[in-house]
């Protein structure tokens, strides 16, 4: 039976992924900074579910996923959701560089400690992180969420390189969603293709069990994508970016 492991399992879509492994009966390894949700998953789901207290930001995150793979005695499957996002278009330096330190910078500290578990470990393994389809373009209201998120594309495209270079057995997913009914967005505030968690949920399971390299949930995001790619950048500069 696989081993997963979810970092960013407190809300939203991490808890979600947590509820839907655990009530089928697989074990699952949750982490994330507050410990209370995860405790409580722990209650509804005797026996399921290990939960470790983890800030991806800090350095002790990578140990804190060791131990978090030892409780589980293994890992077959991690899986990233934690990450922060806000429209900032007044372009507060603070909030900035607070959104590239947790989607980009500490997406690769996690990311990579993960890929060399599985490196060193031998066996084989899948890497799957939800990103976001902000990561197409560079979005003005905000700047540094698109950013980082095409950072984190990148970085995944590049170890999936590197793992068939290198002849690791890890598959690489990512996961890119456009607006979800989370506890990012304003609950005062109805989003372009707004999806709900419940909808998103079963296509990133299938996502990740197919192993595919790129995952747009849905199939209108994905259009969405295939225009934004194809925009010429002077009619993108003019434009805003589709609720964002």
């Known amino acids: 039976m696989n081993k997963i492991i979810i970092a ?12 839907a492994f655990a009530s089928r009966g697989v074990k699952v390894g949750v982490a994330a900074r507050h410990l209370e949700p995860l ?7 005797p026996g399921m579910v290990e939960a470790e207290t983890m800030d ?8 804190a996923l060791m131990r ?3 409780k589980m005695g293994g890992m077959d499957i991690y899986i990233h959701v934690a990450g922060i996002g806000s429209q900032n278009h007044s372009l507060d ?4 560089v607070r959104m590239i330190d947790t989607d980009a910078a500490a997406f690769a500290r996690m990311i990579s400690c993960a890929y060399n578990y599985f490196r060193a470990s031998g066996r084989s393994g899948r890497i799957a992180a939800v990103t976001s389809v902000a990561g197409t373009r560079g979005i003005g209201s905000m700047s540094a969420y698109s950013a980082a998120k095409a950072c984190a594309s990148t970085y995944l495209e590049a170890l999936r390189q590197l793992a068939r270079s290198s002849g690791v057995p890890v598959t ?5 969603p456009g607006w979800i009914r989370t506890p990012l967005l304003n609950e005062d505030k109805s989003y ?18 197919d192993g595919v390299p790129v995952a747009v949930i849905d199939w209108r995001w994905r259009i969405v994508k295939y225009l934004w790619r ?8 003019r434009m805003s970016g589709f609720g964002f």
Do not use: C
């Open 56 to 63: 991806i930001t800090m350095p002790e995150a990578k140990a």
């Open 93 to 96: 330096p603070e909030l900035e």
């Open 192 to 209: 372009p293709l707004e999806m709900t968690v419940a909808q998103v949920v079963p296509l990133i399971l299938r996502a990740i069990a």
């Open 68 to 70: 978090l793979i030892k």
């Open 8 to 19: 960013g399992a407190s809300s939203g879509i991490g808890l979600a992924l947590a509820e």
């Open 230 to 237: 194809r925009l010429p950048s002077p009619l993108w500069t």
């Open 39 to 45: 405790l409580r998953l722990g209650d509804k789901y």
């Open 172 to 176: 690489i997913t990512d996961i890119q």
